[in-house]
């Protein structure tokens, strides 16, 4: 290996330099190659965006266009999935369905994330007053019951008329607690880490070390718990929905559409069992993608 | 008569916990002059490293400087604004730590961290503090400095990452150097190149090193003066050659005798120091090292040495001094180092087998 020619006096000869780059995300994504129930999962999640991403621009049908064909037909070639009480198709608002599910379950995380965080890493690393406040309003939400919470918000904020961003706060402020308090036990441990104090022993300020040092190890266990929050969302929006709290119609969430179908479970068990499948094999993607992160991305359980 | 870089005056550091009051820190005082090399050695637990943290105003919860001066530049460190002790810290005033490997962040690439330490004091684009990096890098002999810089703490050895340590100390060019234990992670010879790299920059930056260790060895091929510690106090402090070759403080003596020496005679055995360092949370009364000491006398039990004059800068804080004990207690060739052995003077209820 040729390195400087000059080399100064009193310097070390080269060690051997032949090293495998292999960097943490690299090492992880190998891991969770080999794991095959994540690699599926992951797999149907691409084709779950890509559907969802089709559907902006193209559905067979009309997803508000009501009387295609004759009400609770069951499936035909022309409706592969049959029509629901209103006589509409439903793999197209299936379809759309998958929009309003990614966006609840993913704009939630963001919302978590970005509250969760930083308060987290506050009340981890200054502890004192500031981490007797987060941790009180952290015990304070986990004390009231979440659907409470939800239904509270979302009359509130708007007033009677719920749209997705709305949905979306009311379920994030439902699940923020989670990611602070994980974000909280991991600035704890890592603030004692000699790494820190070396940090702060060369002048970096407070919020260099939050989001510079202390955030980027901490990287690992907040995306496996966001991974594992998308389906939580996910399933607390069909809820939702399912009780009418949700998007208003006509816009298909997966919950209302279940809902539609409720009462005609006996004759047109389709309509129901259409948007459920849909958001369990979703639901059970998510966390085996999550499981697989969690190993691939914790050394420690390397096998 | 220049100013001193730094000067310590009567600093104490203590330690609230559940337990009592930790003094770990009692009184110290020192100066560092511009571009010297200055040594502070004792065995754990004595208040090195608390003195070293002290000064960058890092002392880890429950500790807390409870008085004293700690002036930099004529500027006193505890009675500044916390944000501009910050910016002396890293910039004026550098440190490096034992583990090498805790002491980078895992999950960051090297260059990328000796550049946070530039960029926490200069606003500067990432290309050129890339570009310093690397020539930091090659400044503490890393070979392939370009390669390295994008490696991360663990594709490194022990070496290497000491060196990288010390790149990111000197990433400003600090007055001030303070080294914790540095080697202490390390292999031998790793030690030796570390050492002579350290020497390098004392000799052709004119940066001031303080050097904490508790190996002996280490003092003598790289600093000027010496400050030996004991219980949180100074007990003996001189140029380097004069405390090696007279020791005045029975600590100091005890600590030398206690190293392996290559030119030392078959049959001589290394002496250890009975006894353990004191409960700092009530220390001996008097001298605090009176309970391990063989050549303590009545007054050693009661009365606190103060720090006085030995010779030409060489000060210790003794009631007999090595001097004495050599001439009158037979130091020479003092095979028993039990406490009060020498001077045959032992404590009201503290057996001659103590």
């Given at each position: 290996m040729a390195t400087s020619p000059a080399v100064a006096p009193g310097a070390v000869p080269a060690e051997p330099l032949v090293r495998a780059q292999v960097g943490l995300w690299s090492d992880a994504w190998r891991r969770l190659r080999r794991n095959r129930l994540a690699l599926v999962a992951a797999i149907y999640l691409t084709c779950l965006v890509g559907v969802g991403l089709v559907s902006i621009f193209w559905?067979?049908?009309?997803?508000?266009?009501?009387?295609?064909?004759?009400?609770?037909?069951?499936?035909?070639?022309?409706?592969p999935l049959g029509l629901d009480n209103l006589g509409r198709d439903i793999l197209s608002r299936l379809m759309v369905g998958v929009q309003i599910s990614l966006i609840v379950g993913v704009g939630t995380q963001i919302v978590v994330l970005a509250v969760g965080v930083p308060l987290g890493l506050a009340a981890g690393y200054f502890r004192g007053w500031v981490d007797t406040v987060v941790s009180f309003v952290i015990n304070v939400f986990y004390g009231i019951p979440d659907l409470l919470v939800a239904l509270i918000l979302i009359t509130v904020i708007s007033l009677g008329k719920p749209s997705l961003d709305k949905i979306i706060i009311a379920i994030a402020a439902t699940r923020w607690m989670d990611m602070a308090r994980l974000t909280r036990g991991q600035t704890l441990s890592l603030r004692e880490r000699e790494f820190i104090e070396a940090s702060r022993s060369s002048g970096a300020r407070p919020l260099k070390i939050l989001f510079g040092h202390l955030f980027p190890n901490a990287l690992g266990p907040i995306i496996v718990q966001a991974t594992f929050g998308i389906p939580q969302a996910i399933l607390f929006e069909a809820f939702l929905s399912f009780l009418g709290?949700?998007?208003?119609?006509?816009?298909?969430?997966w919950g209302a559409m279940a809902a539609d179908g409720v009462h005609s479970l006996r004759i047109a068990p389709h309509i129901v069992l259409a948007p459920s499948l849909a958001l369990i094999f979703t639901l059970m993607a998510f966390n085996f993608v999550g499981d697989g992160l969690r190993d691939a991305l914790d050394p420690r359980q390397r096998r | 008569m220049i100013a001193p870089l730094l000067e310590v005056k009567d600093l104490h550091t203590r330690f609230f916990t559940d337990d009592g009051v930790v003094q770990a820190v009692n009184g110290i005082s020192f100066e560092l002059n511009e571009g010297e090399s200055l040594g502070i050695v004792g065995e754990s637990g004595c208040g090195k490293s608390m003195t070293a943290l002290s000064i960058m105003g890092?002392?880890?919860?429950?500790?807390?400087?409870?008085g004293g001066e700690i002036r930099f530049r004529g500027e006193d460190l505890l009675r500044m604004r916390a944000e501009d002790v910050r910016e002396i810290r890293g910039r004026d005033i550098a440190m490096i730590f034992q583990d090498p490997l805790s002491s980078l962040n895992p999950v960051l690439r090297n260059g990328f961290q000796i550049e946070e330490a530039v960029l926490a004091h200069r606003d500067l684009p990432r290309r050129v503090t890339a570009e310093q990096a690397v020539a930091l890098l090659r400044k503490v002999h890393v070979p392939a400095a370009e390669a390295r810089a994008k490696d991360y703490p663990h594709q490194l050895s022990g070496g290497m990452r000491q060196r990288t340590m010390i790149a990111m100390g000197l990433a400003n060019q600090p007055a001030v150097l303070i080294a914790d234990?540095?080697?202490?992670?390390?292999?031998v010879t790793v030690q030796a190149q570390i050492l002579e790299l350290l020497r390098e920059l004392n000799r052709d930056m004119r940066t001031a090193i303080v050097m904490i260790t508790h190996n002996l060895g280490v003092v003598a091929g790289l600093c000027d003066r010496v400050i030996v510690m004991y219980a949180g106090q100074i007990v003996e402090e001189g140029p380097v050659d004069e405390i090696f070759e007279r020791p005045q403080h029975p600590y100091t003596w005890a600590l030398l005798r206690s190293v392996p020496r290559v030119d030392a005679m078959r049959h001589e055995r290394l002496r250890s120091i009975e006894g353990l360092p004191p409960d700092l949370v009530q220390p001996p009364s008097g001298c605090r090292f009176h309970p391990r000491c063989p050549f303590r006398v009545d007054r050693c039990f009661v009365e606190e040495p103060p720090l006085e004059s030995?010779?030409?800068g060489h000060r210790a804080a003794c009631w007999v001094r090595m001097a004495r004990a050599y001439d009158?207690?037979?130091?020479?060739?003092?095979?028993?180092?039990?406490?009060?052995?020498?001077?045959?003077i032992h404590a009201a209820g503290e057996g001659v087998g103590g």
């Open positions: 559905t067979p049908y009309s997803i508000s266009h009501t009387g295609v064909g004759p009400t609770y037909q069951g499936p035909t070639s022309a409706h709290l949700g998007v208003p119609p006509p816009t298909p969430s | 890092l002392v880890p919860e429950p500790g807390r400087v409870t234990e540095p080697t202490t992670a390390l292999d030995a010779g030409e009158e207690m037979g130091a020479a060739d003092l095979v028993d180092v039990r406490p009060g052995a020498a001077s045959g």
